[in-house]
């Protein structure tokens, strides 16, 4: 099983004839030990479009130095990178499957074989504090990296420089933002390149890269000082925009794969809004992309959804749950009602990430993942995507805006509890629509986008009531039959009833605005 480690440095190229300074004058640090020195060598995988390096992540295994083994890094985030650890194994020409599994949804079916390989001559000194914790390692690097052809005939490409890298281990930002000024003013520069593999394959990333989608302008500021969304130039034609929107969704669709299969928190729901966002650009832009192409596309994203929908309603409803109990007055929570939440937590918990990795290890979603890289580099475009992205996307504005005022007048003269989820979906997929067209429409849409978000959350809190009352009476049955006291149950059944009938009323008394708004901005 991978070991996870939490990487904060900074990186700073050197030249040859580049002192480090004094860096026991960094506020807090009392001790600098003496310098250690490692002999390190790496192996670096990718497939040979280099997936994982275009997605910023890299993969090594590495020998020599205190850290030997497999590490998979994965993309920066707020100033720091996960990395996962596995042991060294024998595998040598081809990464192990464990190693392999985190970052499936980018190799997917693509073998990975050695690319680069780097030889680093290693000195670290340990920055230490008065009670004797290793505040943060520097680590002077002189390194070479050997990029490995391509294809045959072609050669190697070996490439030799020195940097400095400044790790955090028990120190804080203050401390990095300290050394990091000590070593500008000996000389240093701060580091032109965000990981050593990169500097190494920077000409095969350059040839490898995806075609450009148009630069947007430069942002700018409001009146609150907020920053304005980014814009595309005036006259862009609508097809680059689409293009451009999908290439945004497909790469949020990766990240979100990589947060389910990493373990992190929140990931099979961004996962599923990825795939709603798919969809709907898919279907609010029929007019510039082919949907004798794109409408299967649409059809595999909501199976994935419809599979991933179990393990997310589950965790949402026991999550809710919880908080309505812990509200709840102590005296009204008769019998063992925690504790039956707590096991149907664990066992969501445990249900769901295995339900999530069958559904994204599953063959017909990995060639979903590499149907939508096809789908991004070469659109299946329409004539109509030659016109100007702004009559365009205010066409597709007001006709999306349009079937959702169609959802709302059915569920006004529908006693079916599914119609306001209907007016729910529909509003989700105009939302989706009109914050694909923020950066060309600009002001117009965002006040629509604003009230959207207002009436949807509004609706699905209803509609999660639909998830929690069944589980009530599930939960309620099991309690019963254990001769417990299903008291409990039956208010907290209660307590989902009112909140899903104040959530109508807030929805229709929120209606007349947001009418108001698509007349006047989406029409």
């Given at each position: ?24 004058g960094a506020p807090g640090v009392v001790e600098v030990r003496e310098p250690v020195e490692h002999a390190l060598e790496a192996a670096y995988y990718d497939t040979a479009d280099l997936r994982l390096a275009r997605a910023r992540v890299t993969m090594r295994r590495r020998t020599g130095g205190p850290d030997a083994g497999w590490h998979v890094k994965l993309p920066a985030a707020a100033g720091a990178r996960r990395e996962l650890h596995s042991p ?436």
């Amino acid at each position: 099983m991978a070991v996870e480690h939490v990487e904060i440095e900074r990186k700073f190229d050197v030249d040859e004839a580049f002192e480090l300074p004094d860096l026991g004058g960094a506020p807090g640090v009392v001790e600098v030990r003496e310098p250690v020195e490692h002999a390190l060598e790496a192996a670096y995988y990718d497939t040979a479009d280099l997936r994982l390096a275009r997605a910023r992540v890299t993969m090594r295994r590495r020998t020599g130095g205190p850290d030997a083994g497999w590490h998979v890094k994965l993309p920066a985030a707020a100033g720091a990178r996960r990395e996962l650890h596995s042991p060294l194994g024998r595998a040598t020409k081809t990464p192990p499957k464990a190693v392999l599994e985190p970052v499936l949804g980018i190799v997917r079916r693509a073998p990975a074989a050695q690319v680069a390989s780097l030889r680093t001559r290693r000195v670290v000194s340990e920055l230490v504090a008065d009670d004797g914790r290793v505040l943060a390692e520097v680590a002077d690097d002189h390194v070479t990296g050997t990029a490995l052809p391509a294809a045959p005939g072609e050669a190697s490409v070996v490439t030799t420089w020195r940097e400095v890298e400044v790790e955090l281990v028990d120190g804080d930002e203050q401390l990095l933002a300290d050394v990091a000024g000590l070593l500008v003013a000996a000389g240093a520069q701060p580091g032109s390149s965000p990981a050593k593999l990169t500097r190494v394959l920077a000409h095969r990333l350059a040839d490898a890269a995806a075609p450009p989608v148009p630069a947007p302008a430069q942002a700018g500021k409001t009146k609150k000082g907020k920053k304005k969304k980014h814009r595309h130039a005036p006259g862009t034609p609508a097809g680059e925009v689409v293009r451009a929107a999908l290439a945004a969704q497909v790469r949020a669709l990766q990240d979100a794969d990589l947060m389910v299969r990493t373990g992190q928190p929140d990931g099979v729901h961004q996962v599923r809004v990825a795939c709603r966002r798919l969809r709907s650009t898919l279907a609010a832009f029929r007019p510039v992309l082919d949907r004798t192409q794109t409408d299967p596309l649409r059809e595999e994203l909501a199976q994935v959804g419809s599979a991933l929908s179990p393990s997310r309603d589950g965790e949402v409803a026991v999550a809710h749950l919880r908080e309505l109990v812990d509200a709840e007055p102590a005296e009204l929570v008769l019998g063992p009602v925690v504790a039956r939440l707590q096991q149907e937590a664990v066992r969501d918990e445990q249900a769901g990430d295995a339900q999530a990795r069958k559904a994204l290890n599953a063959p017909a979603y990995l060639q979903l993942r590499d149907d939508l890289d096809a789908l991004v580099e070469e659109p299946p475009l329409t004539e109509a995507a030659a016109r100007p992205a702004e009559e365009v996307l205010r066409e597709v504005v007001a006709r999306t805006g349009r079937r959702l005022r169609r959802s709302v007048e059915a569920a006004q003269d529908s006693d079916d509890a599914e119609a306001l989820h209907d007016v729910r979906k529909a509003a989700k997929r105009l939302r989706y629509t009109a914050e694909a067209a923020v950066p060309v429409l600009g002001a117009p849409v965002v006040e629509l986008v604003s009230a959207l978000k207002s009436v949807q959350e509004v609706l699905g809190d209803r509609q999660d009531t639909f998830i929690t009352r069944p589980l009530c009476l599930q939960l309620g049955r099991a309690a019963s039959a254990a001769g417990e006291n299903t008291f409990t149950w039956g208010r907290l059944h209660a307590l989902e009833e009112a909140r899903c009938q104040q959530a109508e009323r807030d929805f229709w008394l929120r209606w007349p605005e947001l009418r108001s708004v698509l007349k006047s901005r989406s029409t």
